[in-house]
């Protein structure tokens, strides 16, 4: 294969699964829990795998495991796999977690990205939320003015931007302040102890929809209620009341999109790394 050809959705997938069996059989050795997510989570129940259209892995942590994962994620996964987060990595600047196949490259057309990307799976972290609605209310309209400020400053999309803010966001793209922003955002997720809190959410990286930030909101115990899912030819772990997610993210998540929505959301260009 050419080291430019880029890859197809079936090589796209194939490499995906394998990181997520790595990181299974990490999570197994070591007793770390996590969830297949999102469209992984819909994926496995409606499809027994991906779903057709799509081309990206979803998983999610409770912070707990996912510090335990930090520390041995890059000895314990294979040698072609790479675990990438603001905590490990000096140049990246994104609110979540990836672990990336080393051998390929990825590009990501509208994000100034200072780290070179492989073929990834992205890690969401869960932490602990205030009891109170009014307070987690607080909590996520700070948190969608930092992830604005990320957005800002670390997404090329000039064409959505208006004209005189323009040159503004090109000098923020050349700079490292959507990092500084994605650490604000972790240094405030912690706030609330996941083991002391019986309420859970995703405070970093979920969009600008507050409705959205508040269908995310979970009991903590459901990390205690995991059970296994087919995924393509892999068993994962998944929530066990997966109607629960899934009804609040997607509706009726049984019932197929329009056609024309059968599309993939992503905006890359992937292909094997030159030897």
């Known amino acids: 294969m050419s080291a430019k ?3 197809t959705i079936e090589e796209l997938r194939q490499l995906e699964t ?6 299974h ?3 197994k050795r070591n007793n770390l829990k996590y969830s297949i997510a999102f469209g992984t989570l819909l994926g496995a129940v409606r499809h ?3 779903i057709p259209w799509d081309d990206d892995i979803d998983i999610i942590m409770p912070r707990p495991d996912y510090e335990k994962f930090i520390e041995i994620a890059n000895h314990q996964l294979k040698a ?3 675990f990438i987060s603001i905590e490990v990595e000096e140049k990246f600047m994104a609110p979540l977690a990836k672990i990336i196949h080393t051998k390929t490259s990825l590009y990501e057309k509208e994000h100034a990205s200072r780290v070179v990307l492989g073929v990834y799976m992205d890690i969401f972290v869960y932490d602990g939320v205030p009891d109170k609605k009014r307070k987690r209310d607080r909590m996520f309209k700070t948190s969608i003015l930092l992830e604005k400020g990320w957005s800002f400053c670390e997404c090329a999309a000039y064409s959505k931007t208006a004209p005189l803010l323009r040159p503004a966001r090109k000098l ?5 302040l959507a990092r500084l922003f994605s650490m604000e955002m972790n240094r405030r997720a912690k706030k609330y102890l996941f083991a002391n809190s019986e309420y859970m959410a995703n405070n970093m990286f979920l969009g600008e929809n507050f409705h959205k930030r508040q269908a995310n909101v979970f009991e903590a115990k459901e990390f205690e209620q995991l059970t296994e899912y087919q995924f393509e030819h892999l068993k994962v772990t998944g929530f066990k ?11 009726d998540y049984m019932k197929l ?11 890359f260009y992937a292909c094997w790394k030159q030897l």
Do not use: A
């Not at 009341?241 to 509706?251: E, K, M, S």
């Open 257 to 267: 999109p329009p056609k024309d929505e059968q599309v993939s959301n992503h905006d």
């Open 18 to 23: 394998e990181i997520l069996e790595d990181f």
């Open 80 to 82: 072609e796999h790479r």
């Open 241 to 251: 009341n997966y109607d629960l997610f899934l009804t609040r993210w997607y509706g």
């Open 25 to 27: 059989e990490v999570c």
């Open 48 to 50: 027994g795998g991906f």
């Open 5 to 7: 050809q880029e890859l």
């Open 172 to 176: 923020c793209n050349k700079t490292m």
